[in-house]
């Protein structure tokens, strides 16, 4: 059972890269909102940015726009980060999930992201 798959993550020098995947299973991601969210150690977990469904419009942390790209496919039921100049502000624990997700459904594993010289 697929559920919520993130993959991609790394280690980055500060100015570099990164594209996150996450494949989603579809009675999860059909007809919603998606989103990216992250936790940095001893944080709480944010909310990086979200693409609607259909129109796939999207919106994003302050911190992260102009740099973070959302985008979805929706025939592979897959929703992908791009992170652009990565800061080392950045690093954290990505996940993906609904954008409406309710208490007690379910996180995927993360994908380690760190940004470090």
């Known amino acids: 059972q697929v559920q919520l798959v993130e993959s991609g993550g790394g280690l980055v020098q500060p100015g570099g890269s990164l594209r996150l995947s996450c494949v989603v299973s579809?009675?999860?991601?059909?007809?919603?909102?998606m989103a990216w969210y992250r936790q940095a150690p001893g944080k709480q977990r944010e909310l990086v940015g979200w693409i609607t469904s259909g129109t796939d419009k999207t919106y994003y942390l302050a911190s992260v726009k102009g740099r973070f790209t959302i985008s979805r496919d929706d025939a592979k039921n897959t929703l992908a980060l791009q992170m652009n100049n990565l800061k080392p502000e950045d690093t954290a624990v990505y996940y993906c999930?609904?954008?409406?997700?309710?208490?007690?459904?379910?996180w995927g594993q993360g994908t380690q992201v760190t940004v470090s010289s």
């Open positions: 999930n609904k954008i409406n997700r309710a208490p007690g459904d379910p």
């Open positions: 579809r009675n999860i991601f059909d007809g919603n909102s």
